[in-house]
C-alpha cells in the first residue's frame, strides 16, 4: 500500500464521517458499504469481495461506492475494524480474568467472520475499535509490575494463539466452501491412508487411532488458551522473571 493510500485509511478510520450523518436515512452512506461488504464476505469469503459485488447487493451502481469509500484496499480496512467493533472490552479484575475474556472476544470475532484471518496481517492499518481492545488488553495485565515490553509480549502471546487456531478454523471453513465437502467427510475418505497406520511405521499414532483418541479430540481453543494462561501464570509469579532476548528482525 502507498504512503498516500495508508493516510486516506487512517483518515477514513480515525475521522468522523460527516458525510453519512448529513445523509437521509435511505441514502447510501460509508456504514451502509462497509456492512455489505461484511455480508458479501461472510457469505462468499473474501476473495469474492470486489467494489463491484458490494454495489449490487446494495442497488447502486459501483461509481458511486467510491463517493463514500476510495478503493477496496481501504474498504477492507474499514471492514476489519467494524468487526473489532463487535466485541467488547476486557473489563477491569483480574489479569487472568481479563486475557480471557479478550482471547474469547477475538475467538468469537473469528468464528462469526472466518476472513478477518485473511486480513490480520502486520501491515493491516489498525482502526479505532482494533486498537482500543488491545488497549484495554494492556491495561488487564498493567498492575503486574512487569515492564512495558513484558505486557506487550504477554498480550501478544494470548493474541498469536487464538490467531493460530483461527486460522485452523478458517482454513477448514474456506475448504468446505470451495469444495462442498466437511472437514469430517473429507477424512473419513481417505481409507488409502488408513491402510498405512500399522504399528511397526507409526507405533504412536497406531496405539492412539486404535484406542479411539483421534475420534475424541478436546476442545483446541478451550485446552490451548488454559494451557496458554498456566504458562504466562508462573512467568508473572516468578520472583526471578527471566530476561528474554529480542531477535532481530532480519
Not at 447502486?60 to 467510491?66: C, P, R
Not at 479484575?93 to 484471518?117: D, I, K, N, T
Not at 498492575?143 to 501478544?156: M, Q, Y
Not at 466452501?177 to 504412536?204: C, I, K, Q, Y
Request: charged letters at 30%.
Amino acid at each position: 500500500m502507498k504512503q498516500s493510500d495508508r493516510d486516506r485509511s487512517v483518515r477514513l478510520l480515525w475521522e468522523p464521517d460527516a458525510q453519512t450523518a448529513r445523509e437521509p436515512k435511505a441514502a447510501l452512506t460509508r456504514a451502509r458499504v462497509v456492512d455489505a461488504a461484511i455480508k458479501v464476505a461472510d457469505a462468499e469469503g473474501v476473495d469474492a469481495l470486489t467494489m463491484r459485488r458490494v454495489a449490487e447487493t446494495l442497488g447502486f451502481t459501483t461509481m458511486s461506492l467510491y463517493r463514500h469509500v476510495p478503493g477496496k484496499s481501504e474498504l477492507l480496512d474499514l471492514m476489519v475494524d467494524a468487526v473489532w467493533g463487535e466485541t467488547e472490552h476486557a473489563p477491569a479484575g483480574p489479569w487472568r480474568e481479563g486475557l480471557e475474556f479478550f482471547a474469547r472476544q477475538m475467538w468469537s470475532m473469528y468464528r462469526a467472520h472466518p476472513w478477518m484471518l485473511q486480513l490480520t496481517t502486520s501491515r493491516r492499518m489498525p482502526g479505532p475499535h482494533a486498537m482500543t481492545r488491545q488497549d484495554a488488553a494492556y491495561a488487564a495485565v498493567s498492575e503486574l509490575g512487569l515492564r512495558s515490553e513484558e505486557i506487550v509480549a504477554v498480550v501478544t502471546t494470548v493474541a498469536h494463539f487464538v490467531d493460530g487456531v483461527g486460522r485452523t478454523m478458517a482454513d477448514r471453513v474456506r475448504s468446505e466452501r470451495e469444495t462442498g465437502v466437511s472437514e469430517e467427510d473429507w477424512w473419513n475418505g481417505r481409507e488409502a491412508l488408513w491402510e498405512h497406520f500399522t504399528p511397526d511405521r507409526l507405533p504412536m499414532m497406531t496405539h492412539i487411532w486404535n484406542s479411539g483418541g483421534f475420534e475424541r479430540p478436546l476442545d483446541e481453543f478451550e485446552f490451548g488458551l488454559a494451557r496458554v494462561l498456566d504458562g504466562l501464570a508462573v512467568f508473572i509469579d516468578a520472583e526471578d522473571r527471566p530476561l528474554v532476548r529480542r531477535e532481530t528482525c532480519l
